[in-house]
């Protein structure tokens, strides 16, 4: 069950995720990481692939769950949640909440974003957080019912690769125009709770923080790379 907006607004949510290769990419380890965000404050967990899914659902049977599978297929760039096998799989694992690439990039097997999200919606009953790099597809998953819009892909596509992540510049304008039935996130690249608020003050109602709070592989490498170069 997804908490009320009153629980969730202006709350943290912590990305539990780790690289292939590593000792963390477990899911046991996974979960531990997860309940300790969740009894630390964070309102919910987002979480990649229905293993890690299953096993913080198992040992967190209340917490708000946003989950996600990243699957790569042959020319197409999207790879969050990117079709149907994998929304189904995320749902059936225990998430609350379905995040799934919302650019306008070419799907897997040409898919389309629009009768994904249809089935979803109409099948599962499912909440949807549409994953985006611009405004305008943020505004048009809106439209297509997605019930949660991310800042998650911003300068992670060809069309913002010039770009840094936060997204904070698509916030305001993304607040503007979004009912307000729509949760807006910002997520990405937020590195400290001073960017994180001023991601609320931009007009987002929660923010997704992952590498700066459980990336050790990735953190620990740039501290080591820093003190010997």
């Known amino acids: 069950m997804i908490p009320t907006t009153k629980v969730l607004?202006?709350?943290?949510?912590?990305?539990?995720?780790?690289?292939?290769?590593?000792?963390?990419?477990?899911?046991?380890?996974?979960?531990?990481?997860?309940?300790?965000?969740?009894?630390?404050?964070?309102?919910?967990?987002?979480?990649?692939?229905?293993?890690?899914?299953?096993?913080?659902?198992?040992?967190?049977?209340?917490?708000?769950?946003?989950?996600?599978?990243?699957?790569?297929?042959?020319?197409?760039?999207?790879?969050?949640?990117?079709?149907?096998?994998?929304?189904?799989?995320?749902?059936?694992?225990?998430?609350?909440?379905?995040?799934?690439?919302?650019?306008?990039?070419?799907?897997?097997?040409?898919?389309?974003?629009?009768?994904?999200?249809q089935r979803a919606r109409h099948e599962l009953q499912a909440t949807l957080m549409a994953d985006i790099d611009s405004v305008q597809n943020g505004l048009f998953a809106a439209k297509l019912g997605c019930d949660w819009i991310g800042t998650t892909l911003y300068g992670h596509t060809e069309k913002t690769s010039d770009r840094t992540p936060p997204g904070l510049e698509l916030l305001p304008d993304l607040r503007r125009h979004l009912g307000l039935s729509v949760r807006l996130i910002c997520e990405g690249g937020i590195k400290s709770p001073t960017e994180a608020r001023s991601a609320l003050r931009a007009g987002a109602d929660n923010v997704v923080v992952g590498t700066a709070i459980t990336g050790v592989d990735l953190q620990v490498a740039a501290y080591c790379h820093q003190l010997t170069h």
């Open 9 to 117: 607004n202006q709350g943290l949510i912590v990305s539990v995720q780790a690289p292939w290769g590593s000792p963390i990419r477990d899911p046991e380890v996974i979960a531990s990481i997860a309940e300790a965000s969740l009894r630390s404050g964070a309102v919910g967990v987002r979480l990649e692939s229905p293993e890690h899914i299953g096993a913080v659902r198992r040992r967190c049977p209340k917490a708000l769950i946003i989950g996600l599978w990243k699957c790569a297929f042959p020319g197409s760039d999207v790879y969050i949640t990117p079709g149907w096998r994998e929304i189904q799989a995320v749902w059936s694992a225990g998430a609350d909440v379905i995040a799934l690439d919302a650019t306008d990039r070419r799907r897997p097997n040409s898919q389309l974003l629009a009768d994904l999200t």
